[in-house]
């Protein structure tokens, strides 16, 4: 059974400009979450989703983020316009209904450096 | 303070020893508790998760909790050196997300 897979696996960019993150979640898997974990800071909860729905994005920083799972299969974070302070590990988990957060399978994050 | 605190470490035991990973947190209406590994580099994998206050074993690892004193513990016995990595508490307070701590690196020496 493939694991989660994230895209890229470190993406290096500047100031202002646009970075899209993905994550291919375990198949079946409808809960998908993405967390983020800042340079000696703990992971932190982005938000959740179930299938193509956001069931919570209480810990979306601010607007330059946007997150999607159109038709509940793989998910994408845009970061947009990027600031120096989004550099960290974004890191994408899934479950299988109805495990929710219980059961978490991590993929092994998209490294984000904003220059 | 922090939601869920750990010391960073590193905690150093030598081989066959037991390690002990301890974690305390603040929200009292925390429902259930996580214990994940993460090799440097890699996805942290869950070890295991308890519910109930007392003891949670697993093969060679036991998860401990009490509520009361807001603490939860991972000890992994007979250590051995590929045990070695960031140990991550976390904590989840009922609604599908988890809180972490800045994890705890173990070495187990040879």
């Known amino acids: 059974e493939a694991g989660v897979t994230q895209f890229p696996s470190h993406s290096v960019i500047e100031k202002g400009q646009t970075v899209t993150l993905r994550c291919d979640p375990i198949s079946g898997h409808d809960n998908l979450y993405w967390y983020r974990r800042v340079m000696g800071k703990e992971i932190k909860f982005l938000l959740h989703f179930v299938k193509e729905s956001k069931q919570d994005e209480s810990g979306m920083p601010n607007n330059r983020f946007l997150a999607e799972r159109t038709g509940g299969t793989y998910s994408t974070l845009k970061v947009q316009p990027a600031e120096l302070e989004d550099s960290g590990v974004y890191f994408c988990?899934?479950?299988?209904?109805?495990?929710?957060?219980?059961?978490?399978?991590f993929g092994a994050g998209s490294r984000l450096t904003v220059l | 303070q922090k939601e869920v605190e750990q010391n960073s470490g590193p905690l150093s035991v030598p081989e066959g020893a037991i390690a002990s990973l301890n974690c305390t947190y603040s929200?009292?209406?925390?429902?259930?508790f996580f214990w994940y590994r993460q090799y440097s580099g890699k996805s942290p994998e869950l070890i295991m998760f308890i519910y109930s206050n007392g003891d949670k074993e697993d093969g060679r690892f036991t998860a401990q909790l009490n509520k009361a004193s807001q603490y939860v513990s991972l000890l992994i016995r007979d250590s051995q050196p590929s045990d070695s990595a960031t140990y991550l508490c976390?904590?989840?307070?009922?609604?599908?997300?988890?809180?972490f701590g800045t994890g705890t690196r173990l070495l187990v020496s040879p």
């Open positions: 929200d009292r209406g925390s429902q259930s």
């Open positions: 988990a899934s479950s299988p209904p109805p495990a929710g957060a219980n059961v978490l399978t």
């Open positions: 976390a904590v989840r307070t009922g609604f599908q997300k988890l809180v």
